[in-house]
């Protein structure tokens, strides 16, 4: 009896917090995402027993161990991603349109094959120089760092008129760029302590991820559509989609591809064919989106409340130097790949503005899928406990500054350069 209590303490604790979280948020008109990680960071930091008198501060501790022991389980099983992360990605891939897709596909499979690339290379050797470790972890870290994530930029999003365009080529750049980077990793990770590798096992890695992930989710896109035209339940539609999405991810991992990269194409499809061909009614079409809304939310919420539990202030402190050098690295990297790739993807009948250039250099925010790879690290057993504390300090830093740092200043800049925000 006693476990079920705590299990449903929790949960309601969990909920309490998403309420608390989103009313935040409005009142003061800054990221869900960005309130969820301090509140994270509270709720670690602060002891409750000095808060509130005994037994409610013992009942809520025993409920934040048992969410962060869920916590570290999701992660260390691989069961982070591939729960959390699939709706996210689905959610904001089936929003994009055919014309900002081919508008825009260039920049963002560049910013998110070969800019992930040069951002790795960039960021290891800055940080290798200039904070003296050494090189194999800087790579590591690097890799690790690399992928951008778009939960946070979409938030900022949803209430500045953002050009469709950019919106889409900063989502796709996010969704390519994890698929890149996951292959950077396992290549990375599986070398260490190896004196030779090969070039060509790399590119043949990364472009069986690629292809494999994208036959599947194409194909799981269209075989969703033809039974979406033979059924007409809100409820049996609904559960489709659910199972296309995870369906899409299990599959592509089982054979070794791309799982996220399959996603990215289910909801790419289902967005501009099955929602569009008449397949499904208005009132059922309605009932999907609110959906995988509610589901992308309560991803968020699991996510970014999980950054905030890792974030720990005192080491945070202690390692400043190393997470500032990190840090910069990450956004000279940035820079690097950004305007280059902006400029050269210019066309004379459609110029990219110097303020997208901006955009995107400030909403290269790292986050939810750094943290996953991350925790990955624990059960490897070519790495040091020296290299794995460094890495830690290093990731959970700069995840923790581009949130607090670079959001407020997108925000804000978006705002400036776009309007006013949405109602």
Known sequence: MVIYAT??????????????????????????????????????????????????????QTSVQWMQSIYGQMVESGLFVGLIVPPLLFEAMMHIKKRELRAMIRPSVTLATFGVLLSTTVTSLVVWKLAGIPLPTALLFAVIISPTDTITVLQVFRHIRVPARLS????????????????????????????????????????YNFLAGTAIGFAVAWVMKGIHIRIDDKLAETILTLAAVYGSYVLATAIGASGLLAVVVVGLYFGNSTLTSGAIRKSVRRSILSFWEIAAFIGNTVAFLFIGFETNMVIFFQAAGLILIAYLSTMIARIVIVYPTLALSNRP?????????????????????????????????????????????????????????QVPILSNYASRAFGRRKP
């Open 349 to 405: 009948e459609r110029k990219i503005p110097l303020s997208w250039s901006n955009m995107a250099t400030l909403g290269g925010v790292r986050g939810a899928l750094s943290i996953a790879l991350l925790a990955t690290l624990a059960s490897s057993t070519s790495l040091h406990n020296v290299e794995v504390s460094t890495l830690t300090a290093m990731v959970l830093g700069v995840v923790f500054l581009s949130l607090v740092v």
């Open 7 to 60: 299990i449903e303490i929790t949960l309601t604790l969990f909920l309490t917090l998403m309420v608390a979280a989103q009313l935040i948020a409005l009142r003061f008109k800054v990221p869900y995402t960005l309130v969820l990680v301090f509140i994270g960071i509270a709720i670690t930091a602060l002891p409750l027993a000095a808060l509130i008198p005994n037994p409610i501060s013992e009942t809520l």
């Open 168 to 207: 889409a080529m900063m989502d796709m750049e996010a969704s390519f760029n994890d698929a890149t980077a996951i292959v950077l990793f396992t290549i990375l990770l599986s070398s260490v302590g190896l004196k030779y590798t090969s070039i060509f096992n790399g590119i043949d890695l990364f472009l």
